[in-house]
């Protein structure tokens, strides 16, 4: 009991001191920043994937970041034996989205801020990414028309060519962009990020491909654009 007793007694000593107060907080101010982030990414992103799901991994991202840069800055020590234990880590998860991965450089940058101590330059430039994100949002939002992802999946046969499907899609959009592009085991699927002028374009186009490849799978997402 009184092990216990003296433990907690430590705890408290830590927490009132100079550095135990900084580091809660960094802690406090971690959270908000990728809370925000979180809710910015799952609102202006444009990625296709589940973006909640994705946006849940921020908070540990930013606070692990916070946590070592807060314990190693001071220690040369430290430092080394981190470059050390990271030599070992593999990412077996790839990140198809370009999006993604800016996010979550910037969830990074801002453990990495709060963790070195610059607290108000890391508040300014959360701010100011966040405007700039917003502002783009806005502008491309008055200029947005029917953007549309499309995927196309299908069982690959002998007279199939992707380059009919892109050519065809060409001819019924006013822009067109490879998203993604999969093929493994006799299967292709491709993800295309498309304008439509209009409803009837987006009509005949849906035609044209099941009609040309009566094999296939279509999915038409609206997505909003920053």
């Known amino acids: 009991?009184?092990?216990?007793?003296?433990?907690?007694?430590?705890?408290?000593?830590?927490?009132?001191?100079?550095?135990?107060?900084?580091?809660?907080?960094?802690?406090?101010?971690?959270?908000?920043?990728?809370?925000?982030?979180?809710?910015?990414?799952?609102?202006?992103?444009?990625?296709?994937?589940?973006?909640?799901?994705?946006?849940?991994?921020?908070?540990?991202?930013?606070?692990?970041?916070?946590?070592?840069?807060?314990?190693?800055?001071?220690?040369?020590?430290?430092?080394?034996?981190?470059?050390?234990?990271?030599?070992?880590?593999?990412?077996r998860t790839a990140i198809k989205e370009p999006e993604e991965l800016a996010f979550l450089f910037l969830t990074i940058g801002i453990g990495l801020g709060y963790g070195a101590g610059y607290v108000a330059l890391t508040v300014l430039a959360l701010g100011?990414?966040?405007?700039?994100?917003?502002?783009?949002?806005?502008?491309?939002?008055?200029?947005?028309?029917?953007?549309?992802?499309?995927?196309?999946?299908?069982?690959?046969?002998?007279n199939f060519n992707a380059d009919d499907l892109i050519e065809l899609l060409k001819e019924h959009t006013s822009t067109l962009k490879l998203k993604r592009y999969d093929e493994s085991r006799g299967r292709f699927e491709a993800t295309f990020n498309a304008t439509f002028s209009d409803i009837k374009k987006l009509n005949q186009c849906k035609t044209i491909i099941l009609s040309r490849f009566p094999e296939s799978d279509l999915t038409y997402v609206e997505v909003e654009n920053y």
């Open 1 to 91: 009991m009184s092990d216990l007793i003296s433990y907690l007694r430590e705890i408290n000593s830590m927490i009132s001191s100079m550095e135990g107060g900084r580091l809660i907080r960094n802690i406090i101010l971690t959270a908000i920043s990728v809370e925000i982030i979180a809710l910015v990414y799952i609102k202006f992103g444009n990625a296709i994937s589940d973006k909640k799901s994705f946006a849940k991994n921020f908070f540990l991202i930013s606070v692990t970041t916070m946590l070592v840069i807060t314990f190693i800055k001071g220690s040369l020590a430290l430092s080394l034996g981190l470059v050390g234990a990271l030599s070992i880590i593999r990412f």
């Open 128 to 158: 100011m990414i966040l405007f700039i994100i917003f502002i783009k949002w806005a502008v491309a939002k008055k200029t947005d028309n029917q953007n549309l992802f499309i995927n196309f999946a299908t069982v690959k046969e002998e």
